[in-house]
């Protein structure tokens, strides 16, 4: 069984930035693609970002593309996701996702994923 637990989420106003953090335990960090996932109430769980066991991949959704980054660092089995230029539409609960080591890289949908945090707030204002 893996642990994560998020961190960093708050309010903050449009255009600033946040960064969220995401600790793992219980087995070995880098036998496992991580993901970011967002949901808003009434909103599907959607995919924000992914990143390959070693940190080497990354993807993106559009909607995030060119102003959110993540990355892994192995040794302190952690992920992050750099949100930058935060708009009101960003707002959601996210979700820190753990992935068992498969034949991609990365991964884009929830059903995917073996191990799930318990979600951290982040809320946009205008």
């Known amino acids: 069984q893996v642990q994560l637990v998020e961190s960093g989420g708050g309010l903050v106003q449009a255009g600033g930035s946040l960064r969220l953090s995401c600790a793992a335990s219980g087995r070995t960090f880098s036998d496992y693609a991580m993901g970011w996932f967002r949901q808003a109430p009434g909103k599907e769980r959607e995919f924000v970002a992914g990143?390959?066991?070693?940190?080497?991949?990354?993807y993106y959704a559009d909607s995030v593309k060119g102003r959110f980054f993540i990355s892994r660092d192995n040794a302190k089995n952690t992920v992050y996701l750099q949100m930058n230029s935060l708009k009101p539409e960003d707002t959601a609960l996210y979700y820190c996702?753990?992935?068992?080591?498969?034949?991609?890289?990365?991964?884009?949908?929830?059903?995917?994923?073996?191990?799930w945090g318990q979600g951290t707030q982040v809320t946009v204002s205008s």
């Open positions: 996702a753990a992935k068992r080591r498969g034949s991609s890289y990365v991964y884009t949908t929830p059903l995917e994923y073996d191990y």
């Open positions: 990143v390959s066991l070693s940190g080497g991949r990354t």
